[in-house]
């Protein structure tokens, strides 16, 4: 049996260096899609949810997220103020929207990717996990 360094396990393990995963923000107000993106990203991510815009506008204020992602179907014009808000804590922050319109693959514009409802999460897990 061979047996390894303990520096080469460290230098080869990805994000153990960095000691914590990456924030992500969802925005959804479907609770059992909410659990399910948090229940499968869990492992790689430090995921938090939240239902609506002001819930999510709310930790955007006072925390700051690498990736936020967030449903096209809420109210008011939610996900474009929520994509701007986490923006200004974050101008590096990837912004992954869910569109219920047809989309034949994601689509990247303006810094947003978007992705189509009903979604495969590991997807999503490769969009998230672009440079993140």
């Not at 993106?37 to 700051?64: I, M």
């Not at 912004?95 to 992705?115: K, M, Q």
């Not at 997807?123 to 672009?130: A, N, P, Q, R, W």
């Amino acid at each position: 049996m061979v047996v390894k360094e303990i520096s080469d396990v460290v230098r080869h393990t990805p994000n153990f260096n960095a000691g914590v995963r990456p924030k992500v923000l969802l925005v959804e107000p479907d609770s059992l899609l909410r659990w399910s993106v948090e229940a499968y990203l869990q492992h790689r991510f430090a995921v938090e949810s939240v239902s609506n815009r002001p819930a999510a506008e709310a930790r955007l204020r006072v925390d700051e997220f690498n990736a936020v992602i967030v449903a096209d179907d809420l109210s008011e014009h939610g996900a474009d103020s929520i994509a701007a808000l986490a923006r200004l804590g974050n101008p590096d922050v990837r912004v992954i929207r869910t569109v219920t319109n047809a989309l034949a693959t994601p689509i990247t514009r303006d810094g947003v990717s978007r992705l189509e409802k009903p979604f495969q999460l590991s997807k999503l897990e490769e969009l998230l996990s672009t440079d993140l």
